[in-house]
């Protein structure tokens, strides 16, 4: 699986290319308030908050 260094909040974290960046925050240990977010559902995208 290729990986990627992203930064956050000043803290470097390496994550698979495809993560979405509340994955890469929570897995630097940075958690982002979500209203809607659910690992096991698609990506649906019609409220927008999530949109950076």
Not at 20 to 27: G, K, P
């Amino acid at each position: 699986m290729e990986m990627v260094k992203v930064t956050i909040d000043g803290r470097e974290v390496e994550v698979p290319k495809n993560s979405t960046i509340l994955a890469a925050a929570r897995a630097a240990g940075i958690e982002i308030p979500t209203l809607c977010y659910y690992e096991d559902l698609g990506v649906k995208g019609m409220c927008r908050i999530c949109v950076v």
